[in-house]
DNA sequence: GCTTGACCTCAACTTAAGTTGAGGAAGTAG
DNA sequence: CTACTTCCTCAACTTAAGTTGAGGTCAAGC
């Protein structure tokens, strides 16, 4: 196989540590680009393994590759990615990051609470009722203590 | 509608907040279960308020409906279901939690280091090479840092 | 007595992120 | 020359968690 002219699909998949159909589809989605040879075949830069390392670091971080696509749409063309660039996207996901976190945490508390007092799926429940919907009478999770001690009408009574 | 006999399904989407067909999806993946009366017409007690509740939240948690039937599956037969269960549950997932948040703690402490240091998707970073593969020669990012200097080759210098 | 509304079933569609397989070309090794 | 490997495209399948729609039943209200 013609040696010059950039890494092979193969060559991208084996050192990026990903399958040669996802190379494939995510030059589909336009996450990655290619040239290609006289034979039809891809050839890619260098650079696109650090991309896919980005991509996967991206993805670990919960990003949808839709997104993580259109954040990489701001960058220059391959070659003028500079150290600056990586280092905005770096941030820009660790916003997101530390928001999944936060909401996480959140929950957490939430259900730290609820083990101590029992109320799991209580009408004054935070976990429950995390928009604090209680009263406006709209659907969501409420009645609930009122329902189960009048167990009354199920199997009959 | 006869009443008596317990919730419909109408009411149940209403009160839990959930679709019509979400609670028929949830029946058929055995999360909850009804009786039916003699037009053939689902009927729940009212516990699948706070069934439907507990799966909400531990979708927040990030739980599968799949893991969410089988802890439910550990549950006794419905009227018998006391705060012991729902507590037993939230402590088990809470733990789920605790596991998420510390995951996603050392990928946001990872991005932090890289965003002083630009070395995303650098040999020797800790997010790109979490297991630390770096000299096992086996597939994942490697030499990332050994190729970007050496352009050479792609479009055909 | 007919329309309306809630219910029923079953099949197909949706999105995300890929994987798998069929059918074919092209370059390399023996 | 033939076999092997890598590559190509395109279509279909996969899982999760539902949604949407078609076609049908049943009781109530006017």
Same mark, same amino acid.
């Given at each position: ?10 060559? /991208?998949?084996?050192?990026? +540590?990903?399958?040669?159909?996802? /190379?494939?589809? =995510?030059?589909? @989605?336009? %996450?990655?680009?290619? /040239? ?11 650079? #696109?393994?650090? @991309?896919?390392?980005?991509?996967? /670091? ?6 949808? %590759? ?12 391959? &070659? @003028?990615?500079? #150290? ?28 730290? +609470? $609820?083990?101590? $007092? +029992?109320? %799991?799926?209580?009408?004054? $429940? !935070? %976990?429950?009722?995390?928009?604090? !919907?209680? +009263? ?6 409420? =009645? ?7 167990? &009354? ?5």
């Amino acid at each position: 196989m013609k040696r010059r002219g950039g890494l092979t699909v193969g060559e /991208v998949a084996e050192r990026s +540590g990903i399958a040669v159909s996802a /190379v494939h589809f =995510y030059e589909r @989605k336009g %996450l990655i680009a290619s /040239v290609r040879n006289d034979a039809n075949h891809r050839r890619y830069s260098p650079t #696109v393994l650090r @991309k896919i390392a980005i991509i996967q /670091v991206a993805q670990r971080v919960g990003i949808p %590759l839709r997104e993580i696509a259109e954040a990489m749409d701001f960058l220059p063309p391959e &070659e @003028k990615v500079t #150290v600056k660039h990586w280092e905005k996207l770096s941030i820009r996901w660790t916003d997101d990051l530390d928001d999944r976190i936060a909401r996480l945490q959140r929950l957490r508390d939430g259900m730290a +609470g $609820c083990i101590g $007092c +029992g109320c %799991l799926s209580m009408d004054t $429940c !935070k %976990l429950v009722n995390p928009d604090d !919907k209680i +009263g406006t009478n709209g659907p969501g999770p409420r =009645y609930l203590e009122e329902d189960a001690p009048e167990v &009354e009408g199920f199997v009959g009574t």
